[in-house]
């Protein structure tokens, strides 16, 4: 397995606008924080650390898609805001983040605002909105589930690249011209091919833990209260 | 988890002792921050500036032991941006210059240099962090700069977690291989797909027991004090870490006001 780095790096995006959206970044995970402290309970705590752990293995894996010089990667937004919901979800990814920047040089330390708001605010907002929209307009089936991860994953992928795109415009180190449309191009196109293997992923992971236990998924919960959910005694005999 | 009770070594530690994998872990990662954010601000167009970081990147790791073959060797996790980088003299916008019979832009000769100079060095740095602080450390660290509670304990979680995961994801793949599959290109996706929900669950429910005995044996979202390696930063060692940012917040501030 060959790790390469994937997020923004130091020197692509200037020091004003890479300063900007540490405080956006900062603001969004305090504001998390506090609203995830009401969330962690004894089940959902294990679930924030495997979904943490799950996202930054996912973000090791290379999937060889060809990319004029732009690389992407898979994400993990949607699968966290599924599995732990909205606020617990960004926490995750940012922790990710953090941990990558720090000890593996993946994703400059001065671009973790960055970073962090493209992958855990932006990522995981879209694929929060879509998946409550999905969830209550879609039937309530495995397919309907299946749906609703893959079409989640999907389009936060893309959109969260685009959150690149749009940093690029305000303080790339480098005037491209007319060149920024290509750039917008190449992270569309190569992320919608890693969107959909992203949605594939997130797809067959949320409908085989809401088979086997669906107490586990926070999206189910909290926007399908009305469902039958069975909950085994944690940590009793199964 | 063989791994509990262990030091929650990874990949890029390693293991010797110096004065810096002796200083406490608090103060290497500010140090760390510090010094990247330094050379972030400095103008590209000060080269001299980028040569005084990779002499004291050198210094930190002669002092900690960590040969440039690893460090060099580890760097190319950077490739893609370099790759990046190197598109930018063809693609940029205004003035050109020609170099050995190529049209460049200026811009992007320089926007190329600084994405290569600032990203090597921040890599370098976050690699001296790595190779001289546990994952342990780390945490403890993190908690020690007043790092919420919530987030120490998702990264907790995260870091003993991962060594299950990347074990059970191996395994499925040997146990794919040796049944004639060949993964590659993007049909591995499938065989991936089809497993990783098993694997998720049978790594929860793992690590959902392993979670449920800490808390009955008193734990409450913070590991207790004999977990940590090191004990809490000194005046001294404060000083001492803080010698590297100081020396970059200078060079860095030398380079503005020249340019």
């Known amino acids: 397995m060959e790790t390469l780095a994937m997020h923004i790096s130091n020197g692509i995006i200037n020091g004003p606008v890479a300063a900007v959206f540490a405080a956006i970044a900062l603001a969004a995970m305090a504001y998390c924080v506090m609203r995830g402290r009401q969330d962690l309970d004894d089940r959902l705590a294990p679930m924030a650390g495997l979904v ?73 907002a879209v ?70 293997g992203e949605g594939l992923i997130t797809a067959t992971t949320v409908v085989t833990v809401a088979k086997v236990r669906p107490d586990l998924v926070y999206a189910l919960r909290a926007l399908k209260p009305a469902a039958p959910v069975t909950v085994p005694t944690v940590g009793g005999v199964r | 988890m063989t791994e509990v009770g262990a030091g929650h070594a990874h990949l890029l530690y390693r293991a010797t002792d110096s004065p810096v994998h002796r200083l406490p872990p608090e103060a290497k990662i500010a140090a760390m921050v510090a010094f990247t954010i330094a050379v972030v601000a400095t103008p590209r167009e000060a080269l001299w500036a980028f040569g005084a970081y990779a002499l004291l990147v050198a210094a930190v790791a002669a002092l900690a032991r960590v040969n440039a073959r690893w460090l060099l060797l580890r760097s190319t996790i950077e490739l893609p941006f370099v790759l990046f980088a190197v598109a930018l003299p063809f693609l940029g916008a205004g003035e050109r210059v020609d170099v ?33 602080t546990n994952t342990r450390d780390l945490i403890v660290g993190l908690d020690r700069l007043r790092c919420p509670q919530i987030l120490t304990q998702i990264a907790t979680f995260m870091l003993r977690y991962l060594d299950v995961l990347v074990g059970e994801a191996r395994r499925m793949r040997v146990a794919r291989i040796s049944r004639g599959d060949d993964p590659r290109f993007v049909w591995q996706l499938r065989g991936f797909a089809a497993g990783v929900g098993a694997l998720f669950l049978r790594a929860f429910e793992r690590g959902e027991r392993v979670y449920l005995a800490m808390l009955s044996r008193g734990y409450a979202g913070r590991m207790p004090t ?29 380079a503005a006001v020249l340019t």
Request: glycine share 14%.
């Open chain 2, 226 to 254: 004999v977990w940590q390696g090191t004990a809490a930063a000194t005046t001294g060692q404060w000083l001492i870490a803080a010698t590297v940012p100081v020396l970059a917040g200078t060079v860095a501030a030398t």
């Open chain 1, 127 to 196: 694929a929060y909105l879509l998946i409550a929209l999905l969830l209550r307009v879609l039937p309530r089936s495995p397919t309907g589930l299946a749906v609703t991860a893959f079409v989640a994953a999907l389009v936060s992928v893309v959109v969260a690249a685009m959150g690149f795109v749009l940093q690029y415009q305000l303080g790339g180190t480098t005037d491209l011209g007319g060149n920024l449309a290509g750039l917008a191009g190449t992270m569309a196109v190569s992320h919608l091919f890693i969107g959909v």
């Open chain 2, 100 to 132: 050995a019979g190529l049209h460049l832009s200026v811009d992007g000769l320089y926007g190329a240099w600084n994405i290569i100079a600032k990203g090597t060095l921040g890599v370098w740095a976050s690699l001296l962090l790595a190779a001289t």
């Open chain 1, 52 to 124: 943490a752990a799950f996202i930054f293995a996912v973000q090791m894996l290379n999937f060889p898609i060809f990319t004029a010089g732009v690389s992407g990667h898979l994400l993990g937004g949607a699968l966290a805001a599924m599995l732990v919901g909205p606020w617990v979800g960004a926490l995750c990814v940012a922790v990710v983040l953090v941990v990558q920047a720090l000890v593996f040089g993946d994703g400059g330390v001065a671009m973790l605002g960055l970073n962090i708001t493209n992958m855990a605010v932006i990522g995981i």
